[in-house]
């Protein structure tokens, strides 16, 4: 099993920077990719970005050149530094892990951008 623990989030006014993190405990070897997605009111939830244990990386159209992913192998943790936001960016969320074909999902964090 794999549990994932998320930090960071919170109301963040327009064109500010929040850095969201999530530490995997349980498993600790063999967890690839890790990343977050995010679920706004009424939509469906997106891959916001992944990393790979190798270090690639993918983006969603709507964060790139704005978001920036890392990851730390040795303590299986990943981080998501988000600069500019947006409105559209308000979301929770969430930090997910694949090991062994199967998802794991962290609690979900709420980011509200807003003056």
């Known amino acids: 099993q794999v549990q994932l623990v998320e930090s960071g989030g919170g109301l963040v006014q327009p064109g500010g920077s929040l850095r969201l993190s999530c530490a995997a405990s349980g498993i600790i070897f063999g967890i690839d990719p890790m990343g977050w997605y995010r679920q706004a009111p009424g939509k469906q939830r997106e891959l916001v970005a992944r990393v790979t244990s190798g270090g690639r990386t993918y983006y969603v159209d709507s964060v790139k050149g704005r978001a920036t992913i890392s990851r730390d192998n040795a303590k299986n943790t990943v981080s998501l530094q988000m600069n500019r936001l947006k409105p559209e960016d308000t979301a929770v969320y969430f930090c997910?892990?694949?090991?062994?074909?199967?998802?794991?999902w962290g609690q979900g964090t709420q980011v509200t951008v807003s003056s």
């Open positions: 997910y892990a694949l090991y062994r074909n199967n998802n794991y």
